[in-house]
């Protein structure tokens, strides 16, 4: 068995090393939709094929995950060789400089290929060049229930109230005349064009305290509250299903949904219909995908993915995808081609992009996006007027910016804490050392438990130490967009910013409630259920099992599809509500109260399981003849349970219990699925998601680790403190 | 006697239909998997959509009784009705067999580690009060007071120093580090149940201290040995986050990293996505079954004179 584990082992470290040498790797990180990526293979397979000395390795991951995991690589020096993306991305990657300028690289011939769009530039340098142009938002209808796509927006509010239908007569709307989601700025800033106003001014700084902006937040609200042609809650998922299953006329989704529209819907594309206030079209965002090449790569390594690179965008490869996808070329000679021209979709489609915007792609964007999401929710969700949003969107922006864009250079702190940070490591050292022969003679006398300890403790210690030094360091430090290449110690500025921040409070009173509320109702579920099923029962295994499968689901999934359950006018939950008890339904997302308690419920069906099965364990080491002792002195149930369960339970439910609260608190996926990244308005966060939402949306890593810091360190006194209160440590015996 | 009958049935009616509602959810994701049209959501309770021929004598695009219907194929049936296909393409198209092999390897020696360094460190934290005991204990919880993303970077930098980005041996590290604290926790509170006379006795019957912990402790542990096992286990099936960073090859996705591949911002293959998610559970039901009846301990008080 040993040697035969070993030879695993083995093989697990020699298998990556076993491809290569004479062939060159090229590894290319994307985002591609699903169908996209069987093109991008196929299309890399041949080229292969001519190639034999090339093997390209395709990796997908999600937008912000590709972004996040390639900004760790090339951190760490490596990466992948080409990395292929929306063009927004540029914009930070320029900054931190882990991608490389290509004018030099290529020929000024070869930019000139393509539309003007498509050759990304930012600080007078060339970063990307796209393959595609588009991702560009559009009404698209149901030709079954839409003849003719309206032409402004007074036609839209006719048709789309026509549309809105309450079939059954059962009060409730069965078919909408538009959805889309709308709570999402994106979907939302083609509306800004409509009303003659734009995101940005003319120099890239935030223009969102524009009458333009308050008469668009008015306008969607009118369609929702007004004319009741959209749903109350309905976000991407939810507005897709209803298109798709015929409940909704018409939607406002990008050129990227056609392909799953396809075969499914006979559906139509039009411009979002003009503003018939000003007559104006509303533009929506347009951009490029393309490709840019790692800061890392050099030499001959460099000039092969120069050449795959040009291949991937040439004229041929574009028109490849085109026929297969429908997707719009950005070579010039590909848009004149016949395959482009002939094809319907394309043709308005590109009517379309002419009323469009390009996506700004500098960096400070997020900041924007974020302001502009959190007032413009707060319209909708009723407790903002518009001219107060679009103030406070306005103000709040300008302020992420100077955050974002802060550089602390190092002081006389920065040299005083380095000081104070060797002086700890020496002490500590010196106390380790002083401890020594303690620690030999103890060895000595109790060699069992320290050969059993130790190889568990040293396995631990090995993987987290550096990650915590790091993390210190990091915390201390000036760490952020605009340093990322050359950050320094600067010692507690990020500490004292964190506890100057009211909002830091409220969403550390909300952890605590969200741990107490998740655990309390772990552990009496789990106990309660445990003591249930371990009584002879029929059916018993199959009960049993069924109750542990919300831990066997994953997480992520079964997040999502709570969400789905709290939507308020489809989801299970209400439906219940409304059907079987009478009660009114609930706004479960867009309240923050109610998001809240939707994330708390969804945590409590996830984690109960798990308690049940240590209970279920820990009711094995009762001896019976405890019970039937109680029961001869004319115990009832309740007293034994009292008294003779639960204190027995105590040694194997502790452990769950302080563990179970150190996780809870530091549960970032069900917060952050169930409420969409803390909608609404950013008020549905506990500290972790505050941490990912606040600190890395907006690059600043040394706020982050400080807060991270914080974190452990209440978590680290809550912990201590229960330990010591109820002697989880200690045994029974 | 009668009233002991009443209460079962009572009893049972009650979990079985706490268990109908706990597992709406999750029937709730299988019936995504069946849908035909790629779609996350429903609108109704039911999870099983019929093909169901309908009735439109007036031609007007509504079933005769004023719902609408979609009848793209003109085969006379209402389009979205549930069908096996995305677990066939699955199955077929995908490489979900070759993440379920590597998941099964990667679980299966995270579970191993995990047992055996669990039981004999929780063993020496229950029965010996060692120098370094009490920091030992607070330095394992100690571990897992991190918030995950925190940790991300730092794992990757000190992986990626020692070469072990895109291998196993990195994933497994991390993973049976991560789950060891609340296993070794878990079998020393499991350890403190059991009382030392019951060592003492078999010492006094001639076994080494090593033997009495082999041939008596660990047999009486069994319920804590599923619990470790079981909680390892799920710790690296279903892990994605520090996956995502360590694997980056496709051939060697574990099934979460698999299962992701199918989500895009706006364009998820939901069909897919949930088809994977209800297999995924399958082996976690299995094993849980398959281990449950090592959830009865051989521990009787009795045996041993107080």
Known sequence: MYTYLKKIVLLFIVSPFLLADSITTINIWHQMLYENRKVLRDVCDKYEKNNPEININLTYRETEELRSSYQAAAMGGSGPELIYGPSDQVGPFSVMGIIQPLDKLFSKKYFNQFVENAVVRSMGKVWMVGDVVGNHLMLIYNKDLVRYPPKNTNELIRIGKELTLDINGNGKIDQYGLVWNFTEPFFYVPWLGGFGEWLLTENETPNLNTKGNKKGFRFIKSLRDEHKIIPKECDYEIANAMFKTGRAAMIINGDWSWGDYQGVVDFGIARIPKVSETGLWPSPLVSTKGYSINANIKGSQLDQTIKLMKHLTSEEIQLYFTTKLNSQPSSKDALNSSIVKNNKLLKESSHIIEVGRPMPIIPEMRAIWDALRDQYQAVLGGTVSAQDAAKKAQENALKQIKVMNEKIEPGIQGNIIKIIIFALIFGLIFIIGKQVPDFISDYKKNKIAYIFFAPALLAIAAVIIFPFVYNIVISLSNYSLRTFNDWDIIGLYHYIKVFGDSNFYLVLIKTFIWTALNIIFHVSIGIFLAVLINQTLPAKPIIRTLLIIPWAIPQYIAALSWRGMFNQEYGAINIALVKYFNLPAVEWLSQPFEAFTACILTNIWLGFPFMMVIALGGLQSIPQDLYEAARVDGANRWQQFKSITLPLLKPVMLPAIVLGTVWTFNNINVMWLVSNGGEPSNQTHILVSFVYKAAFNLYRYGYAAALSMIIFLILFGLVSYFIKRTRATEGVY | ?306
């Open chain 2, 1 to 306: 006697m009668k009233g002991a009958q009443v209460e079962k049935i009572v009893l049972f009616l009650f979990l079985s239909i706490f268990s109908i509602a706990t597992i709406y959810p999750v029937l709730n994701i299988i019936s995504v998997s069946m849908r035909t049209d790629n779609a996350f959501h429903t609108r109704s309770l039911s999870i099983i959509q019929y093909e169901e021929p309908f009735t439109d004598t007036n031609n007007n695009n509504l079933f005769d009784d004023g719902e609408s219907f979609i009848d793209k194929n003109k085969n006379g049936k209402w389009d979205s009705g549930s069908s096996l296909k995305s677990y066939f393409e699955l199955f077929l198209e995908t490489d979900f067999l070759l993440w379920v092999k590597n998941s099964i390897i990667v679980s299966f020696i995270v579970t191993i580690t995990g047992v055996v360094f669990a039981s004999t460190a929780g063993y020496a934290l229950s029965r010996y009060k060692f120098k370094g005991r009490e920091f030992g204990m607070t330095a394992l919880l100690t571990t897992q007071m991190f918030p995950a993303t925190m940790l991300l970077l730092p794992f990757f930098i000190l992986l990626s120093y020692f070469g072990l980005i895109n291998s196993y041996i990195g994933l497994v590290v991390i993973y049976s580090s991560t789950a060891l604290p609340f296993c070794i926790w878990q079998m020393k509170g499991y350890y403190d149940t059991i009382p030392p006379s019951i060592e003492e006795s078999a010492r006094l019957d001639g076994c080494t201290r090593f033997q009495a912990f082999y041939k008596i402790i660990l047999p009486l542990s069994s319920p804590a040995l599923v619990i470790t096992s079981l909680f390892s286990f799920m710790a690296s099936w279903s892990e994605y986050v520090v996956a995502a960073i360590i694997l980056q090859d496709p051939k060697m996705y574990t099934l979460p990293l698999g299962l992701k591949s199918f989500q895009a911002s706006l364009s998820t293959q939901w069909g897919m996505y949930a088809a994977a998610a209800v297999v995924v559970s399958i082996p976690v039901a299995i094993l849980f079954v398959s281990l449950s009846r090592f959830l009865v301990s051989g521990l009787t008080m009795g045996s041993v004179k107080q």
